[in-house]
């Protein structure tokens, strides 16, 4: 991992077209889940299909300190013998999250209602991110944190000791805080209801439901409203995790604008809180279809087919829909420079905190190869360059950011000249066969 060793340069060659089927890896925030609520579990909690990147078992380092046994038993394949509601121990030394907000986040929830002091950091990105969107919430409950100015990390949170339940509207649309506040609830007498103006991400929702405790969703006019019942003692579960809709968007935007490009993408959940990137890629004109659509364990699920797409068009992303597509926007705009004119992409302020400033990184990293984008606080607008293509030729800056590291050396496969990326060591926290599967389609990936 770069963000604990020295930066690994690579570099992405054009000219090759990419084939064949891309068997992306599971489910981040479905992974991140199925450890933290089998941890909560009475039993043992069987897992097929786990994201095992940095992020994750960071997460799974967690829950061991915590006092659960999380055991590895084949690829993708682990067991957690949970310790119920209520059941964490203290951990003995700092709970280091390494680059993952969600880990650090959903961890903070978990705990924040147990009687135990937690002391949390993580790599130089995280420690640069706020954590008050979460401590603010979780202060409700009775819950104390004490981190550096600005609600930054190393923070130590004291659980609460007598928690009380809340009833929390979530200012920003965001899943780990909704998923903070429910996990917290968990170990809170009575109901804790949290308010979503904005739907996110479902995953907490739909797992706490699979584990047996008593959740219901309901919709009105100021959102969703989502009410759990507190002190359930929560069922193990034989989860088999999807794959990632997030990172399936790498190789099926690769192919899109790669000429000569056809690949098929199989097995990808597309929950609808989730899927905004493809039907954002369909309204650009782009020859994407599903196959084979099923439902597995609950989630939507279906094949991908992505062949080149010469004749895609820039357009306005709904800002309705950025929710369901946060952590695409980065490839998007990739896609975009290859697109004929503008593409706008309103409502996405959450962009500027996620690993790194998202906006500022691909703004800085695609100018750097010739193409032209504007940006203001909350939206950011790319320049077409349609079928006269992308130079490329440039260095991008990655800022510990695994998705602009794959974006940007995407964007190096389909570009006119190579493109280099300054640290690819951060894709390891999501995806970490990235340079083998991409290999294997045909891409011509090296070092700097
Ligand atoms: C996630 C929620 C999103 C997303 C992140 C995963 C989750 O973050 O960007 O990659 O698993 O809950 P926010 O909650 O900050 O929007």
């Given at each position: 991992?770069?963000?604990?060793?020295?930066?690994?340069?690579?570099t992405?060659?054009?000219?090759?077209?990419?084939?064949?089927?891309?068997?992306?890896?599971?489910?981040?925030?479905?992974?991140h889940?199925?450890?933290?609520l089998?941890?909560?579990a009475?039993?043992?909690t069987?897992?097929?299909?786990?994201?095992?990147?940095?992020?994750?078992l960071?997460?799974a380092?967690?829950?061991?300190?915590?006092g659960?046994e999380v055991?590895?038993?084949?690829?993708?394949?682990?067991a957690?013998?949970?310790?119920?509601?209520?059941?964490?121990?203290?951990?003995?030394?700092?709970?280091?999250?390494?680059?993952?907000?969600?880990g650090?986040r959903?961890?903070?929830?978990?705990?924040?209602?147990?009687?135990?002091s937690?002391?949390?950091?993580?790599?130089?990105?995280?420690?640069?991110?706020?954590m008050?969107?979460?401590?603010?919430?979780?202060?409700?409950?009775?819950?104390?944190?004490?981190?550096?100015?600005?609600?930054r990390?190393?923070?130590?949170?004291?659980?609460?000791?007598?928690p009380?339940p809340v009833?929390?509207t979530?200012?920003?649309?965001?899943?780990?805080?909704?998923?903070?506040?429910?996990?917290a609830?968990?170990?809170?007498?009575?109901?804790?209801?949290?308010?979503?103006?904005?739907?996110?991400r479902?995953?907490?929702e739909?797992?706490?439901?699979?584990?047996?405790?008593?959740?219901?969703?309901?919709?009105?006019?100021?959102?969703r409203?989502?009410?759990?019942?507190?002190?359930?003692?929560?069922q193990?579960?034989?989860?088999?995790?999807?794959?990632?809709?997030?990172?399936?968007?790498?190789?099926?935007c690769?192919?899109?604008?790669?000429?000569?490009?056809?690949?098929?993408?199989?097995?990808?959940g597309?929950?609808p809180?989730?899927?905004?990137?493809?039907?954002?890629?369909?309204?650009?004109?782009?020859?994407l279809?599903f196959?084979?659509?099923?439902?597995e364990?609950?989630?939507?699920?279906?094949?991908?087919?992505?062949?080149?797409?010469?004749?895609?068009?820039?357009?306005?992303?709904?800002a309705?829909r950025?929710?369901s597509?946060?952590?695409?926007?980065?490839?998007?705009?990739?896609?975009?420079?290859?697109a004929?004119?503008?593409?706008?992409?309103?409502?996405?302020?959450e962009l500027r905190?996620?690993?790194c400033?998202?906006?500022?990184?691909?703004v800085?990293?695609?100018?750097?190869?010739?193409?032209?984008?504007?940006?203001g606080?909350d939206?950011?607008?790319v320049?077409?360059?349609?079928?006269?293509?992308v130079p490329?030729?440039?260095?991008?800056?990655t800022?510990?950011d695994?998705?602009?590291?794959?974006?940007?050396?995407?964007?190096?496969m389909?570009?006119?000249?190579?493109i280099?990326?300054?640290?690819?060591g951060p894709?390891?926290?999501?995806?970490?066969?990235?340079?083998?599967?991409?290999t294997s389609?045909?891409?011509?990936?090296?070092d700097?």
């Open positions: 991992m770069s963000s604990h060793g020295p930066a690994m340069p690579m992405a060659h054009p000219g090759q077209s990419l084939t064949g089927t891309a068997e992306v890896p599971g489910d981040k925030s479905i992974s889940r199925s450890l933290i089998g941890a909560m009475v039993g043992e069987r897992i097929t299909g786990l994201l095992e990147g940095q992020d994750v960071d997460t380092k967690g829950m061991r300190a915590f659960a055991e590895h038993l084949g690829v993708g394949e682990w957690v013998h949970g310790v119920g509601v209520g059941g964490f121990a203290e951990p003995l030394d700092l709970i280091d999250c390494g680059n993952s907000g969600t650090v959903l961890l903070m929830g978990a705990m924040a209602t147990s009687p135990i937690v002391t949390f950091t993580g790599d130089a990105s995280l420690r640069k991110r706020p008050s969107r979460v401590t603010d919430p979780l202060s409700q409950f009775g819950t104390q944190a004490f981190g550096r100015a600005g609600g990390l190393p923070m130590t949170v004291v659980g609460a000791d007598d009380v009833q929390y979530v200012p920003v649309p965001s899943a780990q805080v909704k998923s903070a506040v429910l996990l609830g968990l170990n809170a007498p009575g109901k804790t209801v949290v308010i979503e103006p904005e739907a996110t479902d995953h907490t739909r797992m706490l439901k699979g584990f047996g405790a008593e959740i219901e969703v309901e919709r009105q006019d100021n959102g409203i989502i009410t759990l019942t507190g002190e359930p003692e929560l193990p579960q034989t989860i088999a995790v999807p794959r990632d809709p997030s990172s399936a968007a790498f190789p099926v690769a192919a899109l604008i790669i000429p000569g490009s056809d690949v098929l993408v199989p097995g990808i597309l929950n809180t989730r899927a905004g990137l493809f039907t954002t890629l369909r309204d650009m004109g782009a020859d279809t196959e084979n659509e099923r439902e364990g609950g989630e939507p699920v279906a094949d991908l087919r992505a062949k080149f797409s010469p004749n895609m068009k820039g357009i306005e992303v709904p309705e950025a929710a597509m946060i952590d695409e926007y980065p490839i998007l705009s990739v896609v975009a420079a290859f004929e004119g503008k593409t706008e992409m309103p409502g996405v302020k905190v996620k690993e400033d998202r906006i500022d990184a691909m800085k990293g695609l100018s750097a190869n010739g193409v032209v984008l504007d940006e606080a939206w950011f607008s320049d077409g360059m349609g079928p006269s293509g490329g030729g440039g260095v991008a800056e800022f510990l695994h998705r602009i590291a794959m974006s940007m050396l995407i964007c190096g389909a570009a006119k000249k190579p280099t990326v300054d640290d690819a894709i390891a926290t999501s995806f970490p066969i990235f340079s083998e599967l991409f389609l045909g891409a011509r990936l090296g700097a």
